[in-house]
């Protein structure tokens, strides 16, 4: 089984929201990071959100603060990233990624993460 499992992806008009879901599976029981990554066509991969387990406070990439928030529930072992007032340039897959641990300086790094989930697409039109 998969350790990180997305869902929620879908198209919206500009201005709309989204609820992404990142279900991990019982080997992030422990203290770990659990991080939201997005990649559009053509671009880098790049850190959007990220929660670690025992800190309720998040980072969050200066181009989506104030729109997406990451929350988590600890019942279901499930992440969400809600996404608001949806902008084109928000269009990407969106990955969640994961870590044994606390989140760290560089969570916004692709290398710091040693379990990813298949990918969920987001898309905005105009």
């Known amino acids: 089984p998969q350790a990180l499992v997305e869902s929620g992806g879908d198209s919206v008009q500009t201005g709309g929201s989204l609820r992404l879901s990142c279900k991990a599976s019982?080997?992030?029981?422990?203290?770990?990071?659990i991080s939201w990554f997005r990649q559009a066509p053509g671009k880098e991969r790049e850190g959007v959100v990220a929660l670690s387990s025992d800190d309720p406070s998040p980072y969050s990439a200066v181009t989506v603060k104030g729109r997406f928030t990451v929350s988590r529930d600890d019942a279901k072992n499930t992440v969400y990233l809600q996404m608001n007032r949806l902008k084109p340039e928000d269009t990407a897959m969106y990955y969640c990624a994961g870590r044994l641990g606390p989140c760290p300086g560089n969570w916004f790094n692709r290398r710091e993460y040693n379990y990813w989930g298949q990918g969920t697409q987001v898309t905005v039109s105009s």
């Open positions: 019982r080997y992030f029981s422990g203290r770990h990071c």
